[in-house]
């Protein structure tokens, strides 16, 4: 059974820092990993999609890794902002998507 | 385009009623899935239908069924509710649930509550 583990729960940091999110997941048979951020009471966003086959994924000041053979996966956040506060969820697609729990950032003016 | 669409936003219910939530996928997407997010968790697989037929299905009681119509829109049923269905229910739409790509895109959510 695929277990996806995220830490950590959640993560206050001044404006302007770098932050890595991390995403740990116990079964190294997956399609891809993708990573989502939801603003309270919402739904989903899509933020970057790693096949298996692939290392990493950017897009703008977002950067997320992949090493399947380690089961590990992280989110990288340049020059974080305020409106970047929101909680940050990992999936990993095997026979089903499987979410963590998320890491709740709050990124402080 | 419009992305995937569900309704209604919010719902209150009592317990041992019986609720339908509605999801319409984006143009062009064939499969649908159903997730139930309880408020600090993620999100948890409900069911997934391509072109109509179950492909998938969560470790969830019969107490919620789900269809998807010729239009590919779907209903998630949910009988004889429980305080404990009290969730944000979210719907997701992808191409093919084959393809490698297999990238989700979520709606807005229904939220539930059960009284």
């Known amino acids: 059974k695929q277990e996806v583990t995220q830490i950590p729960a959640a993560l206050s940091v001044p404006e302007g820092e770098n932050l890595v999110l991390n995403c740990s997941f116990t079964?190294?048979?997956?399609?891809?990993l993708q990573w989502f951020r939801q603003d309270p009471g919402k739904g989903l966003t899509s933020l970057l999609l790693?096949?298996?086959?692939?290392r990493e994924q950017t897009s703008g000041r977002l950067n997320a890794s992949l090493d399947k053979s380690s089961g590990r996966s992280t989110l990288y956040i340049a020059a974080s902002q305020p409106g970047d506060s929101a909680t940050y969820l990992c999936?990993?697609?095997?026979?089903?998507?499987?979410f963590g729990q998320g890491t709740r950032l709050t990124i402080n003016p | 385009d419009a992305g995937v669409t569900q309704s209604p936003t919010h719902l209150i219910k009592t317990r041992g009623q019986h609720v339908t939530l509605r999801c319409s996928p984006i143009?062009?997407?064939?499969?649908v899935s159903w997730y139930q997010q309880v408020l600090g968790q993620g999100p948890q697989f409900i069911f997934q239908?391509?072109?109509?037929?179950?492909?998938g299905r969560g470790n969830f009681p019969d107490r919620f069924s789900a269809r998807q119509f010729p239009n590919y829109s779907s209903e998630l049923n949910v009988n004889a509710l429980l305080l404990g269905d009290s969730a944000l229910y979210l719907c997701?739409?992808?191409?093919?649930?084959?393809?490698?790509?297999?990238?989700?895109?979520f709606g807005p959510g229904t939220r539930l509550t059960v009284t």
């Open positions: 790693i096949q298996s086959s692939q």
């Open positions: 239908y391509y072109e109509k037929e179950e492909r």
């Open positions: 143009s062009g997407h064939k499969s």
């Open positions: 999936a990993v697609k095997g026979q089903k998507l499987v």
């Open positions: 997701a739409s992808s191409l093919d649930p084959g393809a490698r790509s297999y990238e989700q895109y």
């Open positions: 079964d190294s048979a997956i399609y891809n």
